[in-house]
């Protein structure tokens, strides 16, 4: 008998567990601020109040966007009562306040990876639900939302073009959760700008290089990031048509080093950890592909059962007691389940 793949519900218990330990644990961290004199020295608790742990700023801030999903999805599965406990305390107007600045005084910081995370967290507290603490919780993610919002239209304004990597500089990555964020949180300039500026950048784009793929440190692949972001552009037959220029092997199941899971050779190297993510983040883009393209499409079919072999792979990686990859990677676990 074949036991059946795990469900987000399934793995909730343990996904908010390694969440409420990672985001409240301040070191080791990987702080990125940018000193302006021998006394701007500052710990991380101190310089960012709400998303100080699991690592690096916006690990602790997507590890707060899973906490929410968990509580608002999946409520039953977890110790909610200290999931709240912890986010009221992070996600309150005074420490909120301390991150808005902090964003607004460092224009550069995050760009674009970290940013898209905040708009995604203040989206996930703001989508319509019954949940009156969540709510109020988006209200006071809003400021820092809104300084994110900014930053993202003046960058889009002046980038010379997109980062077509494999990691935190993807642009599409970015771009796709920050449109999806934008929608929720009624930001209309922003929705056209990432739209307009998606459109000029990608659409055009044909015979993506995804045999390459992966590079040795990869946690997103750069033609499904890229497809991920334009199946947000472009309806079901447009989408297919694209596709057929873009990933023109598709449909005959190539490249397979596209389709394949990967492996990553040792896990307590958090770069190549990175892998164990890449399979997850693969799923999640193909099934939301998958799910945009006609049912008759070959294509369909192939990336459902590419994703759920990812999926597979990507969610050993949660068994494994090594904070180089638990930092992160219940994030991506969930965007794959969910997808």
Request: aromatic letters at 8%; glycine letters at 8%.
């Given at each position: 008998?074949?036991?059946?793949?795990?469900?987000?519900?399934?793995?909730?218990?343990?996904?908010?567990?390694?969440?409420?330990?990672?985001v409240?644990?301040?070191?080791?961290?990987?702080?990125a601020h940018?000193l302006q004199?021998?006394?701007d020295?500052?710990?991380?608790?101190?310089?960012?109040?709400?998303?100080y742990?699991a690592?690096d700023?916006?690990?602790?801030?997507h590890?707060?966007?899973?906490?929410v999903?968990?509580?608002?999805?999946?409520?039953?599965?977890?110790?909610?009562?200290?999931?709240?406990?912890l986010?009221r305390?992070h996600?309150?107007?005074?420490?909120l306040?301390?991150?808005?600045a902090?964003?607004?005084?460092?224009?550069?910081?995050?760009?674009?990876?970290?940013?898209?995370?905040?708009l995604?967290?203040?989206a996930a507290?703001?989508e319509?639900?019954?949940?009156?603490?969540?709510?109020?919780?988006?209200?006071?993610l809003?400021?820092a939302a809104?300084v994110?919002?900014g930053?993202?239209?003046?960058?889009l304004?002046?980038a010379?073009?997109?980062?077509?990597?494999?990691?935190?500089?993807?642009?599409?990555f970015?771009l796709?959760l920050?449109?999806?964020?934008?929608?929720?949180?009624?930001?209309?300039?922003?929705t056209?700008?990432?739209?307009?500026?998606?459109?000029?950048?990608?659409?055009?784009?044909?015979?993506a290089p995804?045999g390459?793929?992966?590079?040795?440190?990869?946690?997103?692949?750069?033609?499904l990031?890229?497809a991920?972001?334009v199946r947000r552009?472009?309806?079901g037959s447009?989408?297919?048509?694209?596709?057929?220029g873009?990933?023109?092997g598709?449909?005959?199941?190539?490249?397979?080093?596209?389709?394949?899971?990967?492996a990553?050779?040792?896990r307590?190297?958090?770069?190549?950890?990175h892998?164990?993510?890449?399979?997850?983040?693969?799923?999640?883009?193909?099934?939301?592909?998958?799910?945009?393209?006609?049912?008759?499409d070959p294509?369909?079919e192939?990336l459902?059962?590419?994703?759920g072999?990812?999926?597979?792979?990507?969610?050993?990686?949660?068994?494994?007691?090594?904070?180089?990859?638990n930092?992160?990677l219940?994030t991506?676990?969930?965007?794959a389940?969910?997808?």
């Amino acid at each position: 008998m074949t036991s059946r793949p795990p469900t987000l519900a399934d793995l909730a218990p343990r996904l908010a567990e390694t969440a409420l330990a990672n985001v409240t644990r301040e070191f080791p961290n990987a702080v990125a601020h940018v000193l302006q004199g021998s006394d701007d020295v500052a710990r991380p608790r101190l310089l960012h109040p709400s998303f100080y742990g699991a690592y690096d700023w916006h690990s602790a801030v997507h590890m707060h966007w899973l906490l929410v999903t968990l509580l608002r999805e999946h409520p039953d599965r977890i110790d909610a009562p200290r999931v709240r406990t912890l986010l009221r305390t992070h996600l309150a107007p005074d420490p909120l306040g301390v991150e808005a600045a902090y964003l607004r005084a460092y224009p550069g910081f995050e760009r674009p990876y970290g940013w898209a995370w905040l708009l995604a967290l203040a989206a996930a507290c703001a989508e319509p639900h019954l949940d009156v603490e969540i709510s109020a919780w988006g209200r006071a993610l809003r400021p820092a939302a809104d300084v994110v919002a900014g930053l993202l239209l003046t960058w889009l304004a002046s980038a010379a073009g997109p980062v077509r990597d494999g990691a935190h500089g993807n642009t599409a990555f970015a771009l796709g959760l920050t449109l999806d964020a934008a929608r929720v949180l009624d930001l209309p300039d922003l929705t056209n700008a990432v739209t307009a500026t998606a459109t000029r950048w990608f659409v055009a784009d044909r015979a993506a290089p995804a045999g390459w793929e992966p590079s040795g440190e990869d946690f997103l692949s750069p033609s499904l990031s890229e497809a991920d972001l334009v199946r947000r552009l472009l309806g079901g037959s447009e989408l297919s048509v694209w596709l057929d220029g873009f990933l023109p092997g598709l449909g005959d199941g190539e490249p397979r080093s596209l389709l394949e899971p990967v492996a990553p050779p040792d896990r307590t190297d958090g770069r190549a950890g990175h892998l164990d993510g890449l399979n997850l983040s693969r799923a999640a883009a193909m099934r939301s592909i998958a799910r945009a393209l006609p049912a008759a499409d070959p294509r369909h079919e192939i990336l459902l059962s590419s994703a759920g072999l990812h999926v597979t792979a990507g969610l050993r990686a949660l068994c494994v007691d090594e904070y180089a990859s638990n930092h992160w990677l219940g994030t991506f676990a969930a965007m794959a389940l969910s997808a």
